[in-house]
């Protein structure tokens, strides 16, 4: 069996209020066109195929007609998945239609519990969900079912007892799966946040599977190892991702598992600019770099400008400005920023327990922690994870 596998679709997101669809339909087309160049038998999408829980009108009609395009054109079965960022109620509409079409999505444990089955293959289709969906599902108390990594194995147990031995089985699913291949990886636009079974799930939970299609971290060079690879996301969502090659995966499974990476090139690039105000706004600069309105710039100037308003000159010679910063000198007051920062980085969980325990000088209790956990689940899910 011969697949396509890309991720992070994230269709309807702006790079700081610039819009991206353009850069998504361009980046669609190029897959497009590799999944018919190789003559695949299938394309997986793993997760977060929208941007947010409750997407735009535009993104909507971007995301059907990319589908229309694949599945009912050009005849290519859909594997996918929802992702965190994904309203998975939502992504229910219309499944049994989907399904006589060969767009196979699902969006709860009961359908990843449920394989397609192929001449040589197992596609068992796992979505992102919460710790409380599988409490849910495997009626468990609150303390059997307190992370992902306590419902991995009840999940991946129940679809083992579905293997066929004279089959492939191929896994694809949204998660921060960590192995030894991305113990170091930095998150990049991700969420870091533990809320929702967010935290790192162990690569060891999927070794039964012969490959494992992952969605959730933007850079294929952050896959846990060899059968477990990130595709990646198509499009640069953050200047942290701006030096990164973005692409899919063509994934074979004919004996023995074989993987290519072929690269995508973006329509308009991310590219960071650092140095002073004087020597970004001199032609020997900046006539070295993409013409204006060809890029998008991510712009880290080394001094504080004398000009009124610097964001606008830059934008006379550049075009698309997507971020400002200054990295100035350290002041007395680093201290204290240092001191805003770590607490900035800390997930929702965190912050809220500090808070808690500096006020009242007691740490929560464990049912206070269960009573975080699902409020902040509920309101996630409401509003979407971003």
Known sequence: MKLLHTADWHIGKQLNGFDLLEEQWHAFTQIRE?????????????????????????????????????NMEDGFPIYAVSGNHDSAQRL?????????????????????LKPIETDTTQVFLLPFFDPIDARIYFEKEPDEIRTINDAMPLVINEMATQFHPEKHQLLVTHFH?????????????????????LSAVSASHFQLFDYVALGHLHLYQASPNHKMRYSGSPVKFNTKEAKNQKGVYIVELDGELTTRFIPIQPKKDLIVLKGTYEELCSSEFYTQQPAKGSAFFSIKLTNRPLDQNPRQRLSEIYGDIVELHYLLEKTSGDMEIQHMRKRTALNEEEMIATFYEEMTGQALSDRQQEWTEETLISLRKEGGQS
């Open 177 to 197: 799966v960590q192995g030894e291949g991305n113990e170091a990886y930095e998150l990049t636009s991700e969420t870091t946040s533990t809320v929702g079974g």
């Open 92 to 112: 229910q509409f219309g499944g049994e239609w989907f399904e006589r079409q060969h767009l196979h999505l699902a969006t709860t444990i009961a359908d990843a």
């Open 34 to 70: 590799i999944a018919k160049m190789e003559k695949v038998d299938g394309i997986i999408i793993a997760g977060d195929l929208f941007d947010r829980a409750i997407p735009s009108v535009s993104a909507v009609k971007a995301l059907n007609e990319m589908f229309y395009l694949l």
